[in-house]
């Protein structure tokens, strides 16, 4: 996600009772999974904004301060009381907003589920016109029920149901709220239209509802619970890597085997230190997460690669799959070797293994064979290496991880 235009600030309207809701607290503080509606918009806003005016109640101080430590990290906070209705607690928070913001978007913290392509579409379009506001159609036939009894029904087609964040220069906006009479407008841009200004609009989203009743927080725990639940199952599904590595002998090089130098009359030629062993594991790690090759990673025309530990490659790519949300769930290394005998080292590298691939020894496995003095092993040209490993997601997709990105 790109870092944020300067100059953009939000203003988050926490400052109601939340009343129509029946939670026993201010529906922007009433819980939601491990979080709150108020917590859940910071954390949408943070890589938009340089900082955010929150407008909260006083009932709700203790509530805010168990929010704002954990929403400090994510961008920086100012806190101001808000007042009798919406209207007066941006007002509010409007006269808190730095001298530098440039743009300013009002949201209310009871619409948790707004999405950064909303929000990046209202900054966008307010960048080009000044004001901006996401809008969709209504699903239901309106209908005007005047005081006399009377009643008309617009036509549906030209209706649309406004939402947050409504973003405006900050001086259209602040001389529309100095003008604006004490009344009760329940949005900002119906403010700044009064003062003159056009406003575009431009696609909300049906999931950036405004929770308001008990049963919109019955849905809004029950998305929660299924989104958990998904993420929880996409994080446990195993995938299957294989790795296949040769190398030839040669009498002036060392023999290195998963980390471990193995005294030997001859050792692996190669560009790096040839750790054939490592060089399958690799490419199992990359196999697991369809990553492309260790030939592909790492060139062997670059010099930068020429001698280096294949520890230090393993490392870098088990740090690119951690980015990439993959840990190592257990891997399995087969050497094939006529001479020397292994045995004796296999310990030594299935720590040095376990400690680069972040997993407990006895989720790493080396073991060796002979072919019996058959092929190229057995005639003792070369030694080559398979290996297998086993990846897990730390998180499901949606955690906005490019996964086809091939390279470090
Ligand atoms: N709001 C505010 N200050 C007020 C009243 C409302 O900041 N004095 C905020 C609310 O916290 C909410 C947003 O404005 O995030 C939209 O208002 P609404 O949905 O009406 O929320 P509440 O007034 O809290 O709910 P209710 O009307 O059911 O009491
Ligand atoms: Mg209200």
Not at 34 to 59: Q, R, T, W
Not at 267 to 282: E, N, Q, R, Y
């Amino acid at each position: 996600m790109t870092r944020a235009q300067a100059g953009r600030w939000l203003i988050l309207a926490a400052a109601g009772s939340g009343a129509r809701s029946g939670e026993p607290l201010n529906k922007a503080f009433a819980p939601l999974g491990d979080s709150c509606a108020a917590l859940l918009c910071l954390k949408a806003f943070a890589p938009f904004v340089d900082g955010a005016v929150v407008a909260i109640g006083s009932e709700d101080v203790p509530s805010w301060e168990a929010v704002e430590r954990r929403a400090q990290v994510l961008t920086s906070v100012i806190t101001v009381r808000g007042g009798l209705n919406r209207q007066a607690s941006v007002s509010r928070a409007l006269s808190h907003v730095p001298p530098d913001a440039r743009l300013v978007a009002v949201h209310d913290a009871a619409r948790p589920f707004v999405s950064a392509a909303v929000i990046e579409r209202c900054f966008a379009q307010a960048e080009r016109t000044g004001a901006a506001i996401p809008v969709v159609p209504v699903a239901d036939t309106m209908l005007i029920v005047g005081e006399s009894g009377s009643e008309e029904a617009p036509p549906r087609d030209l209706l649309r149901a406004v939402q947050t964040p409504q973003v405006f220069r900050r001086d259209w906006l602040a001389r529309a709220y100095e003008d604006a009479s004490d009344g009760a407008a329940t949005d900002d841009a119906t403010l700044v239209r009064a003062a003159g200004h056009a406003v575009s609009i431009v696609d909300g989203e049906t999931r950036n509802r405004k929770l308001t009743t008990p049963e919109d927080f019955r849905i809004a725990r029950m998305e929660i619970m299924l989104n958990e639940r998904e993420t929880q199952s996409a994080a446990n599904q195993p995938r299957v890597g294989f790795g296949l590595d040769a190398h030839r002998l040669s009498p002036d090089r060392p023999l290195v085997l998963c980390g471990v130098t193995v005294p030997h009359t001859a050792g692996l030629l190669g560009h790096s230190d040839a750790d054939v062993a490592v060089h399958a594991l690799i490419d199992a790690l990359l196999g697991a997460a369809a990553l492309g090759d260790i030939g592909r990673w790492f060139p062997d025309s670059d010099a930068a690669y020429k001698g280096i530990s294949s520890m230090l490659l393993l490392k870098r790519v088990v740090d690119g799959l951690a980015e990439r949300g993959y840990r190592v769930g257990n891997a399995d290394v087969t050497i094939v070797a006529q001479r020397p005998k292994l045995a004796g080292f296999i310990p030594a590298m299935r720590d040095s293994l376990a400690g680069v691939l972040g997993v407990d020894v006895g989720d790493v496995s080396v073991k060796a064979t002979t072919t019996e003095r058959m092929g190229y092993e057995g005639r003792e040209e070369g030694v080559s290496a398979h290996a297998a490993a086993v990846l897990y997601r730390k998180q499901a997709r949606s955690g906005g991880y490019s996964f086809d990105t091939i390279g470090p």
